[in-house]
């Protein structure tokens, strides 16, 4: 699945129909599901676009549908649609990382612009995601001995330090502080620097 698809989880039909029917008419490509558990048994990693989600259905809530795509590692933007004014649901998605949170019954206007944001979100973090698989790419390139070199340039340490700690001559530190640069397609240090920060900044924290 390649293009953007608004993914509709809701027990209730007339509600699957009606929000299939307006997206449709948007341009919007749609799929619907009538429970968490039909689309947590269905859902793959590269799907993309958004999820419309149900906070309240007969049995997997939508609470819980969003915890399983989370420990499945599923960044599916979440815009939770609900009949019930349940803040403290409310709380629980926005925190758990929802993108929206809406009340039935919808209002088309916010809707629209809801499924626009969390696509445009959508679409920056898979950029971002892009960009860093290719850099973590170039690393898996280098040498044990390239990659200790790296650490060590990107710490600000001198050749001649590193030579030092690595029992090898500042001549042979450039040569492989050169093949490491080459790999990593970057033409300076501050280039480099950046690539591997943007690395650091992006790992999840525990």
Known sequence: MTDPTIFIVDDD????DSLSLLLGLKGYA???FASAEDFLSTCQPDWHGCLLLDIRMPGMK????QQHLISRQIFLPIIFITGHGDVAATRAALKAGAADFLEKPLDDRLLLTA???ALKSSAHQRDEAAVAQEI???ISRLTAREREVMEKVTLGEPNR?????????PRTVEVYKA?????????????LVRLVLSIKTS???D
Do not use: C
């Open 161 to 169: 330090e590193i030579a030092r700690r690595l029992g090898i001559s």
């Open 179 to 191: 093949r490491m640069m080459e790999k990593m397609r970057t033409q300076s240090l501050p280039e």
């Open 30 to 32: 749609t799929r619907s």
């Open 62 to 65: 939508g609470l819980e549908l």
């Open 115 to 117: 499924i626009a944001d």
């Open 203 to 205: 790992e999840p924290s």
């Open 136 to 138: 973590m790419d170039r």
């Open 13 to 16: 039909a007339s509600v699957r």
